[in-house]
């Protein structure tokens, strides 16, 4: 049969958060941890570890990272086969007559049954939600969510961002995320009547980062610190990205979707997908 995959023309959104650390606290935190930036087994090597007059800051920036965040349902109609056993308390009746259809009563000990078989209509309702960093690094989904949970995001229809990188993990492959999860949902049904796959959201997020990049003299190692413009959490192994967007991005850009998304995820006979396009200017 086929399924039915819809996306509605409010699922596609581009949300920034504005920074809630100032890039003075921010370099602050940074200089705290500055030493960090070299590894462990630098800091405890007595003949040569980094130290506080000869780390010092090269340069800093602010950036916005991407991470997406997606929210499908399937709802499948179908029938599920069942036998109900239903009590018998007429100690005489041989038999039962539903529906012009006759059913024996079976004896197990002392308690008489008729097994009663049917047709169970049935309506299923499943949810996947992913959070996933959109330049395929090992972010945990929680500390994304806690992003979207806590802290104010502005869409925008276009991004047009000084520092925003562009993810290398497409709407496409993110989307495909949740639709495989649902797919991978077991109906145990004896007919499906109609299986369909809705996306409420497809939002890609853009959260602000501060890197700043230390060079250690004489050894002539670089490290970078990163501080999180919204949580303040440091991250000591750091990294420098060169490349950023460079020009105006639309959400037509930014969004990518079709038949062949869905019909990779979701290993049915055929796939029907309704994609609700927004025009962007």
Request: charged share 25%.
């Amino acid at each position: 049969m086929t399924s039915n995959v819809r996306i509605e023309p409010a699922a596609t959104r581009i949300l920034v958060f504005e920074e809630v650390y100032q890039a003075r606290a921010a370099q602050e935190q940074a200089e705290k941890s500055k030493l960090d930036a070299f590894g462990t087994l630098a800091r405890l090597n007595p003949l040569n570890r980094p130290k506080h007059d000869t780390v010092l800051l090269s340069k800093w920036e602010l950036r916005h990272e991407p991470f997406w965040h997606v929210v499908a349902r399937r709802e499948v109609d179908f029938n599920h086969e069942a036998n109900y056993s239903l009590p018998i308390t007429n100690p005489h009746a041989q038999r039962i007559e539903v529906a012009g259809r006759s059913f024996e009563v079976l004896s197990a000990g002392n308690k008489p049954r008729v097994d009663l078989p049917c047709s169970e209509v049935c309506h299923r309702k499943v949810e996947a939600i992913v959070y996933q960093d959109a330049l395929k690094r090992p972010v945990k989904s929680a500390a994304l969510q806690n992003y979207v949970e806590k802290y104010k995001a502005t869409e925008q229809e276009q991004l047009q961002l000084s520092g925003a990188i562009e993810p290398t993990l497409s709407s496409a492959a993110a989307l495909q995320m949740a639709l495989s999860r649902l797919a991978g949902e077991a109906i145990d049904a004896s007919a499906i009547h109609e299986d369909r796959y809705e996306v409420d959201k497809l939002h890609l997020y853009y959260r602000p980062v501060y890197a700043f990049e230390y060079v250690w003299n004489p050894a002539g190692k670089v490290g970078v610190i990163e501080i999180d413009g919204l949580t303040g959490n440091v991250v000591a192994s750091g990294e420098w990205f060169r490349d950023k967007i460079d020009r105006v991005m639309t959400r037509d850009m930014l969004f990518e979707m079709g038949a062949e998304v869905a019909s990779a995820a979701i290993p049915a006979g055929g796939v029907a997908v309704k994609v609700l396009q927004r025009l962007t200017q």
